[in-house]
């Protein structure tokens, strides 16, 4: 609420509009530098990272190298015969004096791998047996100068890696193997380099690809299994190196760089904790938002001042309205300060010239209304917005009964029939909540409480686009059309009525053959159990005259039919001769009708075959009488002239027939 009430002042908005640009200026200059700097320190960074375990790596390739190489010269010093390799072993042992500074121990040994000479002697390994040991078994097999893997020694148990050459004859047969141990606690090997520190947390690790940490320097572990699951140290595991950001162990975003060995399959791991790396970026983040600070309370006082200054002349030009508002100032207001403050106050003075004349308007179209309505032939209401009656026409009057004195300011709704004022109500008060036209019939009631009024009555909302100001209403009297729609239903029942009784099939249907309406008699043609409204006649009958069949279109192209003998078949095999009659209704207009009357003509026809049939036949004897034998003699003479062939009559008396009768 404060914050608000606060935001209410204009001079308020424009400090704040000032500040925000500015925070925003500044924020979008410190998120640019920042993002720009940090990505630029991570492109440093991972430079740095990347050498540093380049060069660690090159660092120990080269010492693996040069021991393996020193080691290799002085085995191949030693060629001579077993017997005197195992004799003379610690005599060639004391001689290395140079290989001393290279290994932690140096070791020589038989090709059973029995240790003949060692170095320090304080290791008192003499005449132990390391032929089960992995480096033993590839020198001798594979005899080949090789680094082994890390083992755990003897001595004490301290982890180390054994360089070692093989020693041949001069027959180049293997009699033993130099071997060089090199303590991975020592410092000829990894010991100094575990110890580098990249910045101030970054650190160093050599695993091989076994998965075995030869050296940790964030835990300083040695010769422990690698329990990590980051895919770029599976990767080495897999041969791979490159740099790339990721997260140790404990969740934290460091960056890594691995880098192969060439030596042995091992790989020296860099990390390099991502905040620390960063951490330029932040400082300059944390120096800039202590800047923006300052700027911020430097310019907001003096934003404040400034503004206030400026919308001093606003503030008498509000004055000013506010008089103008009250009657209290008649005179145009006046505007001081800024061209924009003085067009506020001449667009004042314009809007209130315009209102003027906009009074003036309105009331004369009131009046132009009030004269409109009281000639017109329909009932007219003007109500308020909460439905109380302020005009209405004498037509109205007549209506209810009451003049506009007794019906001014009372609700509209009182005139409608108590039965039907429900209904009404809720739906005039939804068509104006859906901002519609509301359109109903329903009864007003009388002053004198006489027969209700039948009216048909709209209402429309009186509204502008800021307020609505109340209701329109038409009202009809249609008691007399509802009086004449009673009657012509009347009329149809009756008409339907004695439809219904005719034994004659009456039935309507539209120019596409649907069945509109039929009377109770053609469902005995139809044979359709009564489902025959909605239909197609053609479809369920086939109707035809001196064997042609009579499409839907015949009967649309003829004009009315009076008596038509045709043949009726409908979807049952059930034939009937039928007369048929049919009507055009409205023809040649959309709502164009047929109307169809099918008269059964079966008795009629059966009873003419009947008489047809005694004319010219003998009721005695069933056969054929002088009548019909004289059309049968006279048809056979009048083709007789039309045949090539001669014909004869001869008269034959078989029985004396004619002198009996």
């Not at 925003?24 to 200059?29: D, G, H, I, Q, Y």
């Not at 100094?192 to 910045?199: E, H, N, Q, T």
């Not at 506009?404 to 300011?409: R, T, V, W």
């Not at 038409?474 to 509802?482: C, G, P, Q």
Request: glycine share 8%; with cysteine.
């Amino acid at each position: 609420m404060l914050i608000s009430r606060w935001l209410n002042s204009l001079v308020n908005r424009a400090v704040l509009l000032v500040v925000g640009v500015v925070v925003l200026t500044a924020l979008l200059v410190a998120l640019t530098g920042s993002l720009l700097s940090r990505a630029e320190l991570e492109q440093q960074a991972t430079k740095q990272v990347a050498t540093i375990a380049q060069l660690v790596a090159g660092e120990l390739d080269d010492k693996l190298s040069k021991r393996r190489e020193a080691l290799t010269h002085v085995a191949q010093g030693f060629t001579m015969s077993g017997i005197a390799f195992e004799a003379r072993a610690k005599i060639l042992m004391r001689r290395q004096a140079a290989l001393k500074h290279l290994f932690d121990g140096l070791y020589l040994i038989d090709a059973q791998g029995k240790i003949l000479a060692e170095y320090p002697e304080a290791l008192n390994m003499i005449g132990m047996d390391v032929s089960s040991r992995p480096y033993f078994r590839q020198v001798s097999g594979q005899l080949t100068p090789l680094v082994s893997q890390p083992y755990r020694s003897y001595y004490q148990g301290k982890p180390a890696v054994m360089v070692a050459a093989p020693v041949f004859d001069h027959q180049q047969r293997f009699i033993g193997m130099l071997g060089g141990a090199i303590s991975l606690a020592g410092e000829h090997l990894i010991k100094d380099l575990s110890d580098i520190r990249i910045g101030k947390t970054g650190y160093l690790a050599i695993v091989t690809r076994s998965g075995t940490a030869l050296a940790n320097g964030r835990t300083g572990d040695v010769m422990q299994l690698l329990k990590s699951t980051n895919p770029i140290l599976q990767g080495a595991m897999d041969g791979l190196e490159g740099t790339a950001n990721t997260r140790n162990s404990e969740g934290e975003n460091i960056i890594l760089s691995v880098q192969q060995m060439l030596e042995v399959p091992w790989f020296v791991a860099a990390a390099w904790p991502a905040r620390e790396a960063y951490a330029p970026a932040t400082r300059i983040k944390d120096a800039f938002l202590w800047m923006l600070l300052a700027v911020i309370l430097l310019v907001v006082p003096l934003a404040m001042w400034r503004f206030r200054r400026l919308m001093a002349p606003l503030q008498d030009l509000g004055q000013q309205v506010h008089e103008r508002h009250l009657g209290v100032r008649t005179k145009p207001v006046g505007g001081v300060g800024g061209s924009e403050i003085r067009q506020v106050a001449d667009i004042f003075n314009m809007v209130m010239d315009e209102r003027d004349d906009v009074l003036s308007s309105l009331a004369e179209r009131e009046a132009f209304f009030r004269s409109l309505t009281r000639g017109a032939p329909i009932g007219i209401v003007q109500a308020d917005v909460l439905g109380r009656i302020e005009f209405v026409n004498p037509v109205f009057e007549s209506i209810v009964g009451r003049t506009l004195a007794e019906l001014g300011g009372t609700p509209l709704f009182d005139c409608i029939l108590e039965g039907d004022r429900k209904a009404v109500t809720d739906g005039w008060h939804q068509a104006l909540h859906q901002q519609a036209v509301f359109s109903e019939r329903f009864r007003l009631q009388e002053l004198n409480a006489g027969r209700p009024v039948w009216c048909e009555v709209m209402t429309a909302t009186l509204e502008t686009s800021e307020k609505v100001m109340g209701t329109i209403t038409v009202v009809r009297d249609i008691s007399h059309e509802l009086e004449v729609e009673e009657a012509l239903r009347d009329e149809q029942q009756r008409a339907e009525n004695i439809l219904g009784v005719m034994q004659d099939g009456v039935l309507m249907a539209d120019t596409g053959g649907v069945i509109r309406y039929a009377n109770h008699a053609v469902g005995r043609f139809l044979d359709a159990d009564g489902e025959y409204v909605g239909k197609n006649v053609f479809e369920l009958v086939s109707i035809d005259h001196e064997d042609q069949a009579l499409s839907h279109e015949w009967f649309l192209e003829r004009d009315d039919l009076d008596s038509l003998y045709v043949t009726l078949r409908n979807c049952s095999e059930g034939i009937f001769d039928v007369d048929l009659s049919m009507i055009h209704i409205r023809q040649g207009r959309k709502d164009e009708r047929l109307v169809f009357v099918l008269r059964d003509d079966t008795e009629r026809r059966r009873e003419e075959e009947r008489l047809s049939w005694e004319a010219t036949h003998d009721s005695l004897t069933h056969l054929l009488n002088r009548r019909a034998f004289m059309v049968s003699l006279n048809k056979c003479l009048g083709e007789a002239a039309r045949q090539s062939a001669s014909s004869v009559l001869l008269l034959i008396d078989l029985d004396h027939f004619k002198p009996v009768n």
